[in-house]
């Protein structure tokens, strides 16, 4: 399942929190396309948002490939401790190749 897959390749990132949502459901690309992912670490402190999502990116590795979206809301320990607060994601906007118009 593409969920263990992500939790195990982002495990590098020694997560203090982590939790992760197949959000598919919303969307017309079918099942385990679009997930949400929420990754509290001191990997983040001092580290930029971009940079944060590129170190993502690096530990998940060729799963990024097999993943049509995915929400990031990466936090350093401070941050998560003062927000805790993760943005619902909007439903896809974008047409794919199952559509027919």
Known sequence: MMIQ????????LQPL???????S????????SHFKVVVVSQAFDGVRKVQRHQKVYAALGD???QLHALAL???????WQAEQAIPDSPHC???SLADKT
């Not at 897959?5 to 590098?12: D, F, G, N, P």
């Not at 809301?73 to 941050?79: I, K, L, N, Y």
Request: aromatic fraction near 6%.
């Open 17 to 23: 929190e982590f939790q992760i949502e197949d959000e």
């Open 73 to 79: 809301h990466t936090f350093s320990p401070d941050e």
């Open 93 to 95: 906007r974008g047409a």
């Open 63 to 65: 799963l990024m490939q």
């Open 5 to 12: 897959k992500i939790e195990t390749a982002l495990v590098v």
């Open 25 to 32: 459901h919303m969307h017309s690309r079918g099942k385990e």
